[in-house]
């Protein structure tokens, strides 16, 4: 008689080596992944490195000239010199408001500093200067002054066109100076050419001294259009001195 068979028992394989293969295989991938995107990561900054050190270190996009535009009474080579700006240094690098600050400090007709970068290598320096819109007679000479009263070049004798300012104190910050300052741009244009001296003690007082010797008393600054309008008429008559400055009033002397 022939023994029944017996199935056959499957084979146990322990667990352990299993997981410690996955968790290597894990381990594995995850360095993998970690590596790629370490190499991605090195090809989008290993570019951007190399621009910033060409922007910001490199001689290549260094200052090599500086270029001044819309000066008149001012050297440009003396801008340059206030600029004080090194050669060599990055053009990114320049600080445009240092620049501009220092050059307006040494220069007192510098009114603005626009600076500019230009690539590859060159800054420049766009200058508006001062505008005279009158002179204080000064033993040295006519200082220049501008509209907003700051006294910033002296010439040897009083310009074409530029009247004398007749002030005790002038200054941005001298009431009568700002007078001055504020009839000045309000006087009308049939007066342009004509003015010789304008003066005030106080900032109600303003008088203006024509090149034929009379004389327009303005008063404090405002009511231009009234004024203008009694001006117009007094001046085609006969009189050395108009006064304009009590509205509804005019004198002429």
Do not use: N, Y
Request: overall charge positive.
């Amino acid at each position: 008689m022939t023994a029944p068979v017996r199935p056959a028992r499957p084979s146990v394989v322990p667990a352990a080596p299993h997981r410690a293969a996955r968790e290597r295989a894990e381990r594995l991938d995850r360095r993998r992944r970690r590596a790629r995107r370490g190499l991605v990561l090195l090809a989008v900054l290993a570019p951007l490195a190399g621009l910033a050190w060409l922007v910001l270190a490199s001689p290549v996009l260094a200052v090599d000239d500086v270029e001044v535009t819309g000066t008149a009474r001012l050297a440009p080579d003396a801008v340059v010199e206030a600029a004080a700006v090194e050669p060599g240094t990055p053009l990114a690098r320049v600080d445009v408001a240092g620049v501009s600050a220092r050059v307006r400090a040494a220069l007192p007709p510098a009114q603005d500093v626009r600076v500019l970068r230009v690539w590859p290598t060159t800054l420049r320096l766009q200058v508006t200067e001062r505008t005279p819109v009158g002179a204080v007679l000064r033993d040295d000479g006519a200082l220049l002054v501008d509209a907003a009263g700051v006294g910033f070049a002296v010439e040897p004798a009083l310009p074409p066109g530029v009247p004398a300012l007749a002030l005790a104190r002038p200054g941005p910050d001298d009431p009568a100076t700002r007078a001055v300052l504020a009839v000045l741009a309000e006087l009308p244009e049939q007066l342009s050419g004509q003015l010789a001296v304008v003066r005030a003690t106080g900032p109600a007082d303003v008088a203006v001294e024509l090149v034929d010797g009379r004389t327009v008393v303005w008063g404090a600054p405002g009511d231009a259009a009234t004024k203008s309008a009694a001006l117009a008429t007094l001046l085609g008559m006969e009189g050395t001195v108009f006064d304009v400055s009590a509205p509804g009033i005019v004198v002429r002397r």
